[in-house]
């Protein structure tokens, strides 16, 4: 299957700070997504991404397909962003069950 | 919000007990997927659904079998619970045209 790698595998920030995390996966993909999971657990959609970029507010993504990473960065960040961030592809191009990377744990200090 | 319920929140049960978890959708999605997460491993999938009675097995499926019955529901069955099956169990589903998938609250089960 697809594999995925996440860097850093942890990450602390003072608030205001901008940070950039990365996500490798091992062959081309029809899907990929961001996901932030909050300290309560909850799992929040932050970007569907197979390819290009897109921004909301504070917060963008790219997806380079051709070279098989993706990155998310956050900017001006705030306590409220801490938590855990998951990149996710299919495990095959012809599925569409995710697997998911271990995650960047964030934490952001006042 | 994409209308995903799942039931309990919370449970903690004792070894070769069986167990049974509910997901339950609103918006008639076709697609449906159990998921665990463990510390260490991200979220991983147990078994999904393509349909009613359309099931197949996930990177971690021993010890699990699912149900679909009607399109609203899918149930994941612990026949009999194991220590190693103490985990946070996540329901999805994929919507249509691109398939993104969104996430349920979560189950935090015990197996003691």
């Known amino acids: 299957g697809i594999q995925v790698e996440q860097s850093p595998p942890d990450l602390i920030l003072q608030e205001g700070a901008n940070s950039t995390l990365r996500c490798n996966f091992s062959?081309?993909?029809?899907?990929l997504q961001w996901f932030h999971q909050n300290p309560w657990g909850q799992l929040i959609n932050l970007f569907y991404?197979?390819?290009g970029t897109k921004q909301n507010g504070r917060l963008s993504a790219t997806t380079v397909a051709t070279e098989r990473y993706s990155l998310l960065y956050i900017s001006s960040s705030q306590t409220t962003d801490s938590g855990v961030y998951f990149c996710?592809?299919?495990?095959?191009?012809?599925?569409?069950?995710?697997?998911f990377g271990k995650g960047t744990s964030l934490l952001v200090t006042p | 919000d994409a209308g995903i319920t799942q039931s309990p929140r919370h449970k903690v049960t004792e070894t070769g007990t069986p167990v049974t978890l509910r997901c339950h959708q609103t918006?008639?999605?076709?697609?449906m997927y159990w998921y665990r997460q463990d510390p260490g491993h991200g979220l991983r999938l147990i078994h999904y659904?393509?349909?009613?009675?359309?099931?197949d097995k996930g990177e971690v499926s021993d010890g699990y079998s699912v149900s679909r019955s009607k399109t609203e529901d899918f149930l994941l069955t612990l026949e009999s619970a194991t220590s190693s099956q103490t985990s946070v169990y996540f329901c999805?589903?994929?919507?249509?045209?691109?398939?993104?998938?969104?996430f349920g609250p979560g189950t935090r089960l015990t197996v003691l």
């Open positions: 991404i197979p390819s």
């Open positions: 999805a589903i994929s919507r249509p045209s691109y398939n993104e998938q969104f």
């Open positions: 996710a592809v299919p495990y095959s191009n012809s599925g569409y069950a995710l697997n």
């Open positions: 659904s393509y349909g009613v009675k359309d099931t």
């Open positions: 062959d081309s993909v029809n899907n």
């Open positions: 918006e008639n999605h076709r697609y």
